[in-house]
């Protein structure tokens, strides 16, 4: 009865969340219940102490990498540096592939540290544009921005500043490049699959005679962004910088913060009473918020004008996106701690341990049952290491495999089954393109099949191969 309970709030919560209302609100009314169900007289203390508690422990934590990347996004919009980019992909994989073009942008301000919903946001424009010049079904947009953003991108390329890639190295002490050639063989994999399905998706479209407005698509105004094609090759040059500096100082930085910091910070020392601070525990963090002020920056100084002039504006909608993306997370966070505390999740929690004793298995079969619950990647990795994280050290011990192993299988698995339909990042995607989940969700969900499946495939790799 216990793990119905569970399944009853996860499947209220996605119902609702496939109806179109706001998980902010309806993630602790679908806890709560839960909790109603399993002892009345539980439902104050868990709503004060585990849901509340859980949320601003994820809000203190990850905020400023939500704001930095929405604000490192509005300024790559307003500055023309996401345009120059779209218009160098364009020339050099082709008009024609429409869909690569978008994957590939979307990959790269990704890879950048901009936030997955604002990368959206700054995307669809030139996705609608090609789409509707390239006459491939408007629905399809959703999948493919999935493709780009949510998947080899967030978790699988060594050096990803995106959260879900952050949160492991507080656990595992490790660092944002960990295992990269799991990471890299992890990618390549989603992304040729991927791109076959997409493709395969467009055909079958093309033969049904299925073009841009078909569907039943919303109608829209159509929208026309200017593409210089005769841009300079010193100004296309300039485009990449702030992205690759973000990258590279990134990887600079989590070796220099460490000595900057050997021993910690020691609050007491200064006559404050605060926790003390571990280094290896906040390295990932600190980074990843250096190197994006820095490319917000040097994206500044790309193109000063435009910003100026709109940057009152442009920065407002990137907090309020910033504000709506963490709540989401932080929310669904609360909801995965609160179902995590219930009877049914040790029932469900003890099962997987005793058919998957291998601590990878174990990791990437829990992190994805708890990022399917929470319907959030970063809530679902971030409430699996708080419980399980000293549990797999001993394992990984035990069994003779690199923390970096772990930190990239779990950090891989995170983004497999969150995108369900109460995902607050698929929730805000179609409500950008203006499609439905009966509309555009299955391409998603596709996606999400195949990013699953990547993680149990470079387990499989590092079991024979030992490939780190």
Known sequence: ????????????????????????????????????????????????????????????????????????????????????????????????????????????????????????????????????????????????????SFTFTMDSLPGSPQVQNVIPTTFFKTDLYAAPTLGIIGAIFIFTLGMLYLNSRRKKAEKAGEGYDCFGTIKEKQIEVNLDLQESMARKILAFVPVVLVGVLNKVLTTLIPTWYPNGFDFSKIGLNFPNIETS??????????????????????????????FKDGINVGIAG????????????????????????????DGISKLFVNPLLNGAVTTNVLSAISGSASAGIAISLGIMADKYIELANQFGIPLEVMH?????????????????AVITLLAITGLTHKQSYRDIFAVTIIKTIAAFFIIGVYLVTGLV
């Open 1 to 148: 009865m216990e793990l119905v309970i569970i399944l009853l709030a996860l499947g209220m919560l996605m119902f609702i969340a496939y109806r179109g209302f706001s998980v902010i609100l309806f993630a602790p009314i679908c806890a709560l219940f839960a909790v109603f169900l399993t002892s009345p007289d539980f439902v104050l203390p868990f709503f004060s102490n585990v849901f509340m508690g859980k949320m601003v422990e994820y809000i203190k934590l990850y905020f400023p990498i939500f704001l930095l990347g929405a604000i490192f996004g509005k300024v790559v919009e307003m500055s023309g540096l996401a345009r120059s980019i779209a218009t160098t992909l364009i020339q050099l994989v082709g008009r024609k592939r429409a869909m690569m073009v978008i994957v590939l942008l979307c990959a790269i301000l990704t890879y950048s540290g901009i936030s997955l919903v604002v990368v959206a946001f700054a995307v669809y424009p030139f996705a609608a544009n090609l789409f509707r010049k390239s006459n491939i079904p408007k629905r399809l947009i959703p999948g493919t921005i999935a493709l780009g």
């Open 281 to 310: 525990q906040v390295v990932g963090i600190w980074s990843v918020e250096i190197a994006l002020i820095v490319g917000i920056l040097t994206t500044i100084l790309y193109n000063r004008k435009p910003i100026v002039l709109n």
């Open 322 to 349: 910033a504000l709506l993306a963490i709540m989401n997370s932080a929310t669904e966070y609360g909801f995965g701690a609160v179902i995590s505390s219930l009877p049914g999740f040790t029932i469900a929690r």
């Open 408 to 424: 990239r299988v779990i950090s891989m698995a995170s983004g497999g089954m969150d995108t369900l339909p109460h995902n607050g």
